[in-house]
């Protein structure tokens, strides 16, 4: 939120520079991002009237200006053309330094001379607005400096406000909040305006059919209203705070919502069918053009504004086309408000649409001012606008919200700060924090939370308004503490980080993400087919709705990023946990994921293959080397099909009988979402699985003293046979003698036939008792030769 001082400084008295008070809001918890003076620069400017004005012969786009600078007439060429002969503008003479320090010099433009410019308003550092020159008042002066004109130059504060703080979004919030900090007098104005005619109820019907997300409305009617430019003080504030001036009437509502913090929304009274305004939610299937031109599909989650026969605003987000202030409007219908926050936030991200209103709506507005802040509009109206108010005003209000006492105890307050404060003390905080006090006593006191601040629930919310405006600089810093507990299980924390070491010991980078994404992001990697996606009720936004059921679409993301930055070589780990929906209840569960790009260092990276083959191998060797230094049962395969993964290039992992992952290389069309040329292996596996042995004691055998014996097996079996198959038909009822089993070389080619491979193993045969012979190890070899025969149908090739 951005804060003039001179707007702050009409509601509040305070002796103190733009620095002081920004440091002071900075240490009572509103930090003040940036200090910014509008105008500055604009010192050599000055007023400037048209005194006459043609089109350049040599551009069409062009104009030669008559300037009258209070003294002389300049001639000036200029490429806008929204002013006219009289009118008042910002003109920089020959010698003038712009903000952006140009210095303004004579030339000719096409053979005319120039001597000055007309300058827009972001020529000059005051607005982005580049659509014509600066227009000043009437009654401006030629010849006087443009900041006597604009009221000098503009401190502006740039304030970061925090969800909590509904009340601190309004120049009136926080003059309260200066107020407090030193201790002086809040100034509210009181609007003051004559009532005419008929009541408002002859004019306008309103019907409110959803009472809980609409809990007050109010109507106004103002006729007669001249449409025009505001006063330049009024269009100067709201550009100093980001909003683009548009005509008096919009420009008022947006004026007050800056001041108060309400937003309020004026409708073309002509326009709305059969003068009757409906709060309900959409229709199924029902449409509406925004504010903005975009046709946008409503659901009945939403709740709008509705004439007799169509929505003609999304509630607390933004009015409708259609039924907005136009040129033509005489008759004005003002709106002011207040919707559920939830459900504005809810509407806000299924649109899309992020507005001024829905930033203050969903952090609720206080329901009490809301016809304060339509009768604030309507006073402005009828000065600047030459507005007639119709007599009263209609207020559908169910009561205001209920907020319940706060007992704070005054030991409890001295403990938790450290801070010995007075019981007078304490009151006087919160009499200058506009807190009501229900009660005291000697050891309690009891607060009734005020209406603008929906943040005060407990105890503590109200010691920390104690401690910010005492000053939290006053409070003593304490020794951090830590508690040895003697017999806590950490095993799994430990486990955890053995883990975690053991990965970046294997040459991976570790990487962080939220634990919500969008559902788009999800479904590249597969739909939600069975439900099991747990989705926010009130995500932040969009891109972090859903609850993230795997690690995959994060880690592929990371990947993709590093691609994107000319990084092809990564290879990275996550432990995180996911979350899905399982025999009707909301599941989580820990898990590991990896992901291998390119030829990442230490993973086989100087060996030049960036096959399929060398990217599921390094990724398989990376599992089982990590498994292996876990203490974890040896990893068993299974081929199946997944989405994310290329056909033929993804298995099932298991340990022991438990299936505890998947390991494949990425889709071709996924990966070249990112652009991503070399294959990409990613695997996902169960923590648990993992972790759990690490601990268990490890038992040792004697150094062998005996010499090995090596055989080579080479074999050939058909496709859909796997090397965990072969290991275990050979581990099957194997002698103790074999020690190793080791695949070097898998072979295809047409001599072998079609669906068929041949795989060579080395296997390693050691006695721990004798040398073995060369005619026991061959008995022993021909027996698992015999039994691979047997049950996989294998040709074993002779030598």
């Given at each position: 939120?951005?804060?003039?001082?001179?707007?702050?400084?009409?509601?509040?008295?305070?002796?103190?520079?733009?620095?002081?008070?920004?440091?002071?809001?900075?240490?009572?918890?509103?930090?003040?991002?940036?200090?910014?003076?509008?105008?500055?620069?604009?010192?050599?400017?000055?007023?400037?009237?048209?005194?006459?004005?043609?089109?350049?012969?040599?551009?069409?786009?062009?104009?030669?200006?008559?300037?009258?600078?209070?003294?002389?007439?300049?001639?000036?060429?200029?490429?806008?053309?929204?002013?006219?002969?009289?009118?008042?503008?910002?003109?920089a003479p020959v010698g003038a330094t712009l903000p952006g320090g140009m210095t303004i010099k004579e030339a000719k433009l096409r053979g005319e001379s120039s001597q000055g410019m007309l300058c827009a308003e972001d020529e000059l550092g005051l607005s982005v607005d580049h659509a014509g020159i600066m227009l000043l008042p009437e009654d401006a002066v030629?010849?006087?400096?443009l900041l006597d004109v604009m009221g000098g130059v503009e401190t502006v504060l740039e304030l970061e406000v925090t969800w909590n703080r509904p009340d601190c979004l309004s120049v009136i919030g926080m003059a309260r909040e200066?107020?407090?900090?030193?201790?002086?007098?809040?100034?509210?104005?009181?609007?003051?305006?004559?009532?005419?005619?008929?009541?408002?109820?002859?004019?306008?019907?309103?019907?409110?059919?959803?009472?809980?997300?609409?809990?007050?409305?109010?109507?106004?009617?103002?006729?007669?209203?001249?449409?025009?430019?505001?006063?330049?003080?009024?269009?100067?504030?709201?550009?100093?705070?980001?909003?683009?001036?548009?005509n008096n009437v919009v420009d008022i509502t947006n004026y007050v919502m800056l001041e108060c913090g309400h937003p309020l929304h004026a409708f073309d009274f002509a326009l709305l069918k059969e003068c009757r305004i409906i709060v309900r939610r959409a229709a199924e299937g029902e449409r509406m053009a925004t504010l903005d031109n975009e046709e946008r599909a409503l659901t009945p989650e939403m709740l709008v504004i509705a004439d007799a026969e169509?929505?003609?605003?999304?509630?607390?987000?933004?009015?409708?086309?259609?039924?907005?202030?136009?040129?033509?409007?005489?008759?004005?219908?003002?709106?002011?408000?207040?919707?559920?926050?939830?459900?504005?936030?809810?509407t806000s991200v299924a649109l899309g649409l992020s507005t001024e209103s829905s930033h203050r709506f969903e952090r609720t507005v206080n329901r009490e001012t809301v016809e304060w802040a339509s009768r604030r509009a309507a006073s402005l109206m009828a000065e600047y606008c030459g507005a007639t108010v119709a007599t009263g005003v209609i207020d559908v209000y169910g009561g205001p919200a209920e907020q319940e006492p706060i007992r704070c105890r005054l030991a409890r307050l001295e403990a938790l700060l450290g801070v010995s404060l007075s019981r007078d003390d304490i009151l006087d905080i919160l009499e200058k924090l506009q807190i009501p006090v229900a009660a005291a006593d000697e050891g309690a006191i009891t607060?009734?939370?005020?209406?603008?601040?929906?943040?005060?629930?407990?105890?503590?919310?109200?010691?920390?308004?104690?401690?910010?405006?005492?000053?939290?600089?006053?409070?003593?810093?304490?020794?951090?503490?830590?508690?040895?507990?003697?017999?806590?299980?950490?095993?799994?924390?430990?486990?955890?980080?053995?883990?975690?070491?053991?990965?970046?010991?294997?040459?991976?980078?570790?990487?962080?993400?939220?634990?919500?994404?969008?559902?788009?992001?999800?479904?590249?990697?597969?739909?939600?087919?069975?439900?099991?996606?747990?989705?926010?009720l009130d995500p932040v936004s969009a891109d972090h709705g859903i609850m993230r059921d795997s690690l995959i679409a994060q880690m592929v993301e990371s990947l993709g990023r590093n691609a994107t930055h000319q990084e092809r070589d990564a290879a990275c780990f996550e432990i995180g946990r996911v979350f899905y929906r399982a025999e009707g209840a909301i599941q989580e569960e820990d898990r590991l994921s990896i992901g291998l790009m390119g030829q990442p260092e230490g993973q086989g990276g100087s060996s030049g293959d960036t096959s399929p083959d060398a990217a599921f191998l390094r990724m398989k060797g990376l599992l089982e080397e990590l498994l292996r230094v876990q203490n974890a049962p040896a990893l068993e395969l299974q081929p199946i099909a997944h989405p994310a993964f290329e056909p033929g290039w993804c298995v099932a992992l298991s340990l022991g009988s438990e299936k505890v992952g998947v390991l494949g290389l990425l889709a071709a069309g996924i990966r070249h979402q990112w652009r991503?040329?070399?294959?990409?292996?990613?695997?996902?596996?169960?923590?648990?699985?993992?972790?759990?042995?690490?601990?268990?004691?490890?038992?040792?055998?004697?150094?062998?003293?005996?010499?090995?014996?090596?055989?080579?097996?080479?074999?050939?079996?058909?496709?859909?046979?796997?090397?965990?198959?072969?290991?275990?038909?050979?581990?099957?009822?194997?002698?103790?003698?074999?020690?190793?089993?080791?695949?070097?070389?898998?072979?295809?080619?047409?001599?072998?036939?079609?669906?068929?491979?041949?795989?060579?193993?080395?296997?390693?045969?050691?006695?721990?008792?004798?040398?073995?012979?060369?005619?026991?190890?061959?008995?022993?070899?021909?027996?698992?030769?015999?039994?691979?025969?047997?049950?996989?149908?294998?040709?074993?090739?002779?030598?």
């Open positions: 939120m951005k804060l003039p001082l001179s707007w702050l400084r009409e509601y509040v008295d305070v002796d103190a520079s733009a620095e002081e008070i920004a440091e002071r809001l900075t240490f009572s918890g509103t930090e003040v991002e940036g200090i910014e003076h509008v105008g500055a620069g604009c010192e050599d400017i000055i007023v400037g009237e048209i005194r006459a004005w043609e089109k350049h012969p040599k551009a069409d786009r062009l104009r030669l200006c008559r300037v009258f600078d209070g003294e002389n007439e300049l001639p000036v060429v200029c490429g806008a053309d929204n002013f006219d002969v009289g009118d008042k503008v910002a003109l030629a010849g006087s400096p200066v107020a407090a900090l030193y201790g002086v007098e809040l100034k509210v104005p009181e609007p003051e305006f004559d009532e005419k005619g008929k009541p408002v109820e002859a004019w306008i019907q309103v019907e409110v059919q959803d009472a809980v997300d609409c809990p007050r409305y109010t109507a106004r009617v103002v006729t007669e209203a001249e449409l025009k430019p505001s006063p330049i003080w009024m269009r100067r504030r709201l550009t100093c705070c980001g909003v683009r001036p548009i169509r929505p003609v605003a999304v509630a607390g987000i933004m009015g409708g086309a259609g039924s907005e202030i136009s040129d033509t409007t005489q008759t004005v219908l003002l709106e002011s408000a207040t919707f559920d926050p939830a459900l504005t936030h809810r607060v009734a939370p005020p209406s603008f601040r929906p943040d005060l629930k407990i105890e503590a919310d109200i010691f920390e308004e104690i401690a910010r405006v005492h000053g939290l600089d006053e409070v003593p810093a304490a020794d951090p503490m830590g508690r040895v507990v003697v017999d806590a299980d950490d095993a799994r924390p430990r486990a955890v980080a053995a883990c975690r070491e053991h990965l970046v010991g294997l040459g991976l980078a570790e990487t962080m993400n939220y634990s919500f994404l969008s559902e788009q992001a999800l479904d590249r990697f597969g739909k939600d087919v069975d439900g099991r996606r747990v989705a926010l991503i040329q070399s294959p990409v292996a990613i695997a996902e596996l169960k923590l648990d699985g993992i972790i759990a042995q690490i601990h268990d004691a490890k038992s040792f055998t004697t150094i062998p003293v005996y010499p090995s014996m090596d055989r080579d097996l080479a074999l050939i079996v058909d496709e859909s046979v796997c090397h965990g198959e072969i290991v275990r038909v050979i581990e099957k009822g194997a002698p103790r003698e074999l020690t190793g089993v080791d695949l070097f070389d898998i072979f295809r080619s047409e001599d072998i036939g079609e669906a068929r491979k041949s795989m060579a193993y080395s296997l390693t045969y050691r006695s721990a008792e004798r040398t073995l012979t060369d005619e026991e190890t061959n008995r022993l070899h021909a027996e698992i030769m015999d039994r691979l025969r047997r049950e996989l149908k294998a040709e074993i090739r002779e030598r």
